[in-house]
DNA sequence: TAATCAACCTGCTAGC
DNA sequence: TGCTAGCAGGTTGATT
């Protein structure tokens, strides 16, 4: 599932292969995939022929194409968005597809339709310019301005579970239930214990291990459980292979050796070792 | 105001 | 073999 360290992969190739291309055809495969684009299909396909790329962003999940200094196409990959580069392997899965100047397509491929496109007016949030759908998303921990003490400040003042805080976009970015999973490991925090019952130093370095989990990651090009996840060239990430937490429910701790626990949360799943990581006393 | 939860969606798997 | 239910999970809007 993409998370930040996908998300940056995904960015950083369309950074090294569209900058300064321009947009010769649009086509809206799925309306559903512009479905945050008020205006509709017919006009974000107006208003990305003929214009060129300037640039590329991202803030924790969310990337985008900068058209000039005031718009930007703003892209969420969702749960299983891919943005792709070259010829599309399975076109069952095709919602948007772009012609660029020098012949390549850039298409916008998306299994579950969690994902989409949207052209959006730039605002400066703390210094920083955003498309507006962004400006309500915090900076994520590898954003070099992200304020740390800030946000153990905020944490602090929040009454309900850890894990919780970490998945919501609005206190720090990025985050997903794999990453989520994997900074509480490395802090030997359960994610059900309450944020403000967290010292400041454990809230410290919490934050520290989702910094460094996630660097690990793009290191290795992101995680890949399946086909879901690929770059801009259709290759999967090499991450999973290093995961101490998710997904190992009935393994071996690697740090303690007790056996790794699964519990349903929020609607979804969360991975930690019973001893590193005891559950809080209700 | 803060916290919580359902809905959206599709492909896969397990169970019957 | 075919059907059904459950599961995966990021975001948003509604509800508590």
């Known amino acids: 599932m993409p998370e930040l360290p996908e998300v940056e992969v ?15 055809a649009v ?26 790329i300037t640039g590329t962003g991202r803030r924790g999940k969310y990337l985008w194409l900068t058209l000039g200094p005031d718009a930007a196409l703003v892209v969420h990959l969702g749960m299983s968005g891919q943005m792709l580069l070259g ?8 919602r948007i597809a772009t012609l660029l100047d020098d012949g390549t397509t850039m298409s916008f491929v998306d299994q579950r339709t969690f994902g989409g496109w949207v052209i959006a007016d730039m605002v400066t949030v703390d210094g920083t310019p955003v498309p507006v759908p962004v400006a309500h998303i915090a900076r994520d921990p590898l954003d070099p301005l992200f ?17 919780r805080q970490l998945l919501d976009q609005t206190v720090v970015s990025g985050i997903g239930n794999i990453y989520a999973d994997e900074a509480l490991w490395r802090a030997k925090v359960n994610g059900a214990r ?13 934050l520290d291990a989702a910094a460094a989990v996630m660097t690990d990651a793009l290191g290795q090009g992101g995680t890949s459980f399946d086909a879901l996840y690929v770059n801009v060239n259709g290759e999967s990430g090499y991450f999973d292979r290093s ?17 790794m626990r699964r519990d349903k949360f929020m609607n979804r799943s969360s991975f930690y070792c ?5 559950r809080p006393r209700t």
Do not use: F, M, W
């Open 87 to 94: 010829p599309v392997p399975n076109e069952n899965h095709l």
């Open 243 to 259: 995961l101490d937490a998710y997904g190992r429910a009935g393994e071996p701790c690697r740090r303690c050796g007790a056996v």
């Open 194 to 206: 309450r944020a403000s019952a967290l010292s400041r130093p454990k809230l410290r370095e919490l």
């Open 274 to 278: 019973p001893r590193c990581q005891p």
């Open 10 to 24: 995904v960015r950083r190739g369309l950074d090294r292969h569209v900058i300064g291309r321009t947009i010769t």
């Open 27 to 52: 086509r809206v495969h799925h309306p559903r995939a512009v479905r945050r684009h008020d205006a509709g299909p017919a006009d974000l396909t107006a208003r990305l022929l003929d214009t060129t």
């Open 147 to 163: 304020d740390r003490e800030a946000v153990v400040k905020v944490l602090r003042g929040k009454h309900s579970e850890i894990k």
